[in-house]
């Protein structure tokens, strides 16, 4: 594609007006809103009203004007991202604290089945807090296996299958009906973590008949860095399991000051502690510039986009580790190259931020809402002509930064 064709098609783009609601610095080209997204425009606003208004004026008053209710309403803007019921959704603490809740609740509730499924090279939060959780509960293990492996796997001994529906590295994704019910059938319950997939691809959690989720908010959804996470419990399962971190904002009823825990109904009960207003405020302006869009048109332009950089990825000889079939792939597209780590920085230098995972893959987020055409074209450019000129190699370049 030439500029001035990634012109026109960025001018014939029904989501060209997503582009303003956010804040894209000048002269940088963002391949990384999948790891964090953009600040949109709306923010700041949202956190001085919260700052200055709701916590500077009316203190303590706040609580019953809108922010006890926040973790619920903002997992119900949530839910229709993912194909959920607005009551099977809540906002709380981070994805790896949610998942270790899910977890831990589900090896109790499947007794005496005791082994969390998974596979090797998730993203290894989940497998830390897998370990962690079958710690908490006697006989229980993680079994991580390789992804081909994971059917044979599958087993009596199996009380929850849990996968990442699109992986952090490759993009490629589970069939999220075909896993959620094989786990079943084989009596298991099916967890999905999201963080790569939700505002990305459409999802359809009921659907595909998923029992639990987990999932991020500062990618694709624009919460800001460190926002709260969501978790989703389907309603048939509810009533079934129980947070292990019993708090009071889980209680029935937490202004009853029982000495006793006794659990909430519906997702209240994953609540552990006090919610975080400031970042639950943060996390409601990224979503709102969700509430009218068209996630067909968000999966169509994901795909193109994704085209694009990967025929520009092939004729500079790059080796794409995503799948081709946008059936099969989130909004991220991979390459492997022994200076992954090299390219990334000198793309960084000219301004075109995407990122590097250990030990060999260059990743760009394609996230639909803010960029264009144009921009994955520059992008190309620029990498083009690093690999032609060997900029990458430049000393500066190879330093690792603690954050990669
Ligand atoms: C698949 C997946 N799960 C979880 C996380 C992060 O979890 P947390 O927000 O608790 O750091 C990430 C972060 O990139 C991720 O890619």
Known sequence: MTPDEARARDAADPLRGYRDAFHLPEGVIYLDGNSLGPLPRSTPAALS?????????????????????????????????????????????STSVNLFKLLVAALRHAAPRTTILSETGNFPTDLHIAEGAAG?????????????????????????????????????????????????????????????????????????????????????????????????????????????????????????????????????????GTPPMLGLAALEAGLDIWE????????????????EMAEIGASLGLECVSPADPARRGSHISFRHPEAYALCQALIARGVIGDFRD????????????????????????????????????????QRNAVT
């Open 49 to 93: 009203d919260i700052a200055e208004r709701q916590w500077g004026e009316r203190l303590i008053r706040s609580w019953n004007e809108g922010w006890i209710e926040a973790p619920r309403r903002v997992g119900g803007k949530i839910a229709k991202l993912i194909g959920a019921a607005e009551d099977e959704v809540i906002v709380a603490d």
């Open 136 to 272: 908490c509960v006697p006989g229980a293990r993680l079994n991580a296996v390789p992804r081909a492996a994971l059917s044979d796997a599958l087993d009596e001994t199996t009380a929850i299958v849990m996968l990442t529906h699109t992986h952090y590295k490759t993009s490629e994704c589970f069939d999220m009906s075909a896993w959620s019910a094989k786990a079943q059938q084989a009596g298991a319950l099916m967890l999905w973590d999201l963080s790569h997939s939700v505002g990305a691809i459409p999802i359809d959690l009921n659907a595909a008949g998923a029992d639990l989720a987990i999932g991020c908010g500062y990618k694709f959804l624009n919460g800001g860095p460190g926002a709260p996470a969501f978790l989703f419990v389907s309603r048939r399962l509810q009533d079934q399991l129980a947070s292990p971190l019993s708090g009071w904002m889980g209680h029935a009823a937490p202004f009853g000051f029982a000495d006793a825990y006794a659990p909430a109904p519906g997702m209240t009960r994953w609540l552990a």
């Open 292 to 307: 009218d869009v068209d996630q067909q048109q968000v999966a169509t332009k994901s795909a193109a986009l994704f085209d």
């Open 359 to 398: 030990p060999d893959i260059l990743r760009f987020g394609l996230t639909p809402l803010y960029l264009g055409f144009e921009d994955v074209v520059r992008a190309g450019e620029i990498l083009g002509d690093i690999l032609a000129t060997d900029a990458h190699r430049d000393p500066a370049f190879q």
